[in-house]
């Protein structure tokens, strides 16, 4: 079967590998779509711990398929089940694992971080994984690639958990990429009145604008546009879904009284520290938030949103590629080139 393995830094090939065999608890997964994310574009450009010539890593967390092949022992499921899974798994008996926050385990797995992913013809899904509940069967009229969207989705819904949006507040996301529009098609769901997005790129506000068309996009100074925007009052919560640091400085200045802000996503690690004007964030009482992954209750959640068609995630897929054309697919989502790339398979 052919798999897109990491060699190293800037070492990605389509390789042929065998068709792997599953054990009696374990079930064969045959990949039908897999979505490329931020991080598998950052793995290949920086290279990844652990991954070399003698240690490759097949990449890919966002994929869909149906099920090939199950061992004996597997309860649950059927073969020929059309199938997504959450990509996190944890070890199961710590504190995070048993509160249901299998993706914040000290000891997590995940599938193409150091376990074999989706950009594969074929993937095992380990006993671990079935037995946490993270594989979920799909509705027929949902497709393989949206399916494959899922998972970015639910770290979106993890970081508006975290933030608290509340009926009527004011919301800006800043970074006009996939991230950045899930975020603003949920929140314009859960109750914000207004959502404004910023981002340097006029052609992606210009997309964000077709996709949602009561969006508002900010260009120019952002902080002195905000409070225009709001009648000097500032924004209740800003969501930073861009990797730059001056964003994330910047994010204090149009903030509301009370307001919340998250730094969604991470920077890179030469410019991780940024600086934070302590006394603004004491006399406005804000609070500033983070988010990592997401646990396997909200991916479902985020299914059930989007087969019930409240949130059109399709049409954030704007390229497709086939496996062997995957040089190309994440050429396009380094370059930010459309928004999400999806790799389909026959």
């Not at 990949?31 to 240690?55: F, L, P």
């Not at 819904?157 to 608290?164: A, H, S, V």
């Not at 062997?324 to 790339?341: H, I, R, T, V, Y």
Request: aromatic residues 6%.
């Amino acid at each position: 079967m052919k798999s897109v393995m990491l060699y190293g830094k800037k070492n990605i090939r389509v390789t042929d590998i065998p068709k792997p065999q599953i054990g009696s608890r374990e079930i064969l997964l045959k990949v039908k779509a897999a979505s490329i994310c931020g991080s598998d574009v950052r793995m290949i450009q920086n290279g990844y711990r652990n991954v070399d010539e003698t240690h490759p890593l097949t990449l890919g967390h966002e994929f869909a398929g149906v099920i090939e092949e199950m061992g004996k022992e597997v309860r649950g499921y059927e073969i020929g089940m059309r199938v997504t899974a959450a990509p996190n798994w944890g070890c199961g008996i710590c504190r995070h694992c048993i509160c249901g926050n299998t993706h914040l385990c000290n000891d997590y797995q995940a599938f193409g971080i150091n376990h074999p992913g989706g950009f594969s013809e074929y993937v095992v899904i380990p006993e671990e994984v079935i037995r946490q509940g993270n594989l979920t069967v799909l509705e027929d009229t949902l497709s393989f690639e949206e399916a494959s969207l899922i998972e970015p989705f639910s770290c979106v819904l993890n970081g508006q958990e975290i933030t608290g949006i509340r009926t009527g507040d004011t919301v800006l996301v800043v970074g006009a990429g996939p991230i950045g529009i899930l975020h603003a098609m949920l929140a314009g769901i859960t109750g914000a009145s207004r959502v404004m997005m910023n981002d340097l790129s006029t052609d992606r506000l210009k997309v964000a604008k077709r996709i949602m068309p009561d969006l508002i996009t900010i260009e120019g100074n952002l902080a002195d546009r905000v409070m225009a925007e709001t009648g000097n009052l500032g924004v209740d919560v800003s969501i930073i879904a861009a990797p730059a640091p001056a964003a994330q400085e910047q994010s204090l200045e149009y903030m509301a009284m009370n307001g919340r802000v998250l730094f969604f996503g991470g920077l890179p690690k030469e410019r991780e520290q940024v600086s934070l004007n302590a006394n603004t964030i004491h006399y406005r009482q804000l609070r500033i938030m983070g988010s990592a992954r997401a646990s396997i209750r909200q991916f479902r959640i985020c299914l059930s949103l989007v087969e019930s068609g409240r949130i059109p995630i399709a049409r954030l897929v704007t390229g497709r590629y086939t496996l062997d054309e995957f040089d190309q697919a994440a050429a396009a989502a380094s370059q930010a080139s459309g928004l999400k790339n999806v790799i389909l398979f026959d």
